[in-house]
């Protein structure tokens, strides 16, 4: 099933619903970074949240990004997306691999550890961006992010993230969805979703059962009133240039940029989110030090 992503709502606007089949896209983003099993389920994960997230955004400057780390081997996880659900993300060390979890599954919440956050970057283009935090509860991702939203964001949300690999380490079946109860909704409704979620199978099986993203939210929200409001393609993209590196550079400051200048030797800087070279003569250096700080 190709990737989509659908904006819903559910009990006449008391519930609203983001879900998304990304298979392509943690795909994608896992043979970036050449990841073993684990580190592409953590990562696929962080993905497939961002992707939900970033739909919600109004604005194509508006970014969010999603940070977890827990002292654990992955090192870190960090998702970056934008408002057309296009998301892009690195983990700290892609070869994390860890005996399965007491489930028998995957163990991303070993891997990230708990000794940690998981913090959430809202940039809207204001001087500041909004940033929040929570510690992280079993760092298994989806459980952090409905505890991060509940209580950051005081908004009720029950979060399910799956991403299934195959034998052959590339992605089977990626998906996720976020529901989250609206200000005045009766706790009844969210009894009720959460009583159903329990009973499904995993949003990966459904997957794999060839449902679309609307399926899956009329297999949830059956008699519940459910409005499609928007679909979207989510894909993994980065939007790092030359410019943007050139930016970078000249941020790290003055003093900074003139000693790697005064070691006359050229630079390689290589974009963490797609692993791009960006290569630098040391004349090439010079001159953006002139151009930004003696210009
Ligand atoms: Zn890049």
Do not use: W
């Not at 380490?169 to 979620?197: E, N, V």
């Not at 949830?220 to 993994?236: A, C, S, T």
């Not at 200048?261 to 040391?282: A, L, R, S, V």
């Amino acid at each position: 099933m190709s990737d989509k992503l659908v904006i819903a709502t559910a009990k006449s606007g008391d519930v609203r619903i983001i879900a998304a089949i990304t298979t392509d896209l943690v795909n994608e983003g896992v043979s970036v970074h050449n990841c073993t099993p684990t580190a592409s389920a953590a990562l696929g994960r962080l993905l497939t949240a961002g992707s939900l997230m970033g739909a919600t955004l109004k604005s194509e400057k508006d970014t969010i990004t999603l940070k977890i780390s827990g002292g654990g081997e992955a090192r870190g996880v960090v998702a970056t997306s934008y408002a057309d659900a296009h998301v892009k993300g690195y983990i700290g060390n892609p070869n994390v691999e860890l005996p399965p979890n007491n489930k028998g599954k995957l163990d991303v919440g070993g891997a990230i550890g708990k000794n940690g956050s998981l913090t959430i970057i809202r940039d809207m283009g204001l001087k500041e961006p909004y940033v929040g935090q929570v510690p992280i509860y079993t760092g298994e991702i989806g459980d952090d992010l409905a505890y991060y939203f509940t209580v950051s964001e005081q908004t009720p949300s029950a979060v399910g993230l799956g991403v299934l690999v195959d034998t052959d380490t590339s992605i089977k079946a990626a998906g996720g969805f976020i529901i989250q109860m609206m200000p005045g909704a009766d706790d009844l409704i969210a009894d009720l979703i959460t009583y159903r979620l329990e009973e499904i199978p995993s949003i990966t099986e459904l997957i794999l059962k060839g449902m679309t993203a609307e399926q899956i939210l009329e297999f949830i929200f059956e008699d519940m009133d459910l409005k499609i409001l928007e679909e979207m393609v989510p894909r993994y993209k980065c939007d790092c240039s030359r410019e943007r590196v050139e930016r970078a550079l000249v941020s790290i400051g003055k003093k900074d940029l003139e000693e790697i200048y005064n070691e006359g030797k050229d630079e390689e800087i290589k974009c963490h989110f797609c692993n791009k070279d960006y290569q630098f003569t040391n004349e090439q250096i010079g001159e953006l030090l002139k151009g930004a700080y003696n210009g």
